[in-house]
């Protein structure tokens, strides 16, 4: 049984979040950077042998009114990209959950100013989260 990632991704920062063994629970993994595609696919490939990885949910940043913005369209060209890993890619409504992360570490008291990976890890475990509950 393995794992599935959520990929939160951005042009300079990626939140990553992994499902537990029976795809049910999301937990924040980490935020890397964002070097370029053959970093990614160096770093994809090593995670998924070592954490069993067997799917990727992306967050699709869609605008308010549904439609493909420009981030939209980089984050369909990068999961072209990796691909070639040959992992199944599923995708995810991911509008407002960078709001909903920041509120979350509000409440826990951690500043959301200089913890920018931790609202991207964040943001990944809540689309993922929302992804496992309507697969289960």
């Known amino acids: 049984m393995g794992?599935?990632?959520?990929?939160?991704?951005g042009e300079s920062r990626?939140?990553?979040?992994?499902?537990?063994n029976t795809k049910?629970?999301?937990?924040?993994?980490?935020t890397i950077?964002?070097?370029?595609?053959?970093?990614?696919?160096?770093?994809?490939?090593?995670?998924n042998s070592e954490k069993n990885?067997?799917?990727m949910v992306i967050g699709l940043p869609l605008g308010m009114n549904g439609k493909d913005t420009l981030q939209?369209?980089?984050?369909?060209?990068f999961s072209k990209s990796i691909g070639i890993l040959g992992l199944p890619i599923f995708f995810q409504d991911e509008r407002l959950t960078s709001i909903s992360?920041?509120?979350?570490?509000?409440?826990?008291?951690?500043?959301?100013?200089?913890?920018?990976?931790?609202?991207?890890?964040?943001?990944?475990?809540?689309?993922?989260?929302?992804?496992?509950?309507?697969n289960n």
Do not use: W
């Not at 990626?14 to 537990?20: F, K, M, N, V, W």
């Not at 049910?24 to 980490?30: E, H, L, M, V, Y």
């Not at 950077?33 to 995670?47: E, P, S, T, Y």
């Open 101 to 134: 992360a920041k509120k979350f570490l509000i409440k826990q008291n951690i500043k959301t100013g200089h913890n920018k990976d931790k609202i991207d890890e964040i943001a990944a475990t809540i689309f993922l989260q929302q992804f496992l509950d309507m």
């Open 33 to 47: 950077k964002n070097k370029n595609i053959d970093f990614l696919l160096k770093f994809f490939r090593k995670l």
């Open 53 to 55: 990885i067997e799917s």
């Open 14 to 20: 990626i939140g990553l979040a992994l499902s537990d």
């Open 3 to 9: 794992r599935i990632l959520g990929v939160d991704y």
């Open 24 to 30: 049910s629970i999301a937990f924040p993994f980490k």
């Open 72 to 77: 939209t369209k980089n984050v369909r060209i």
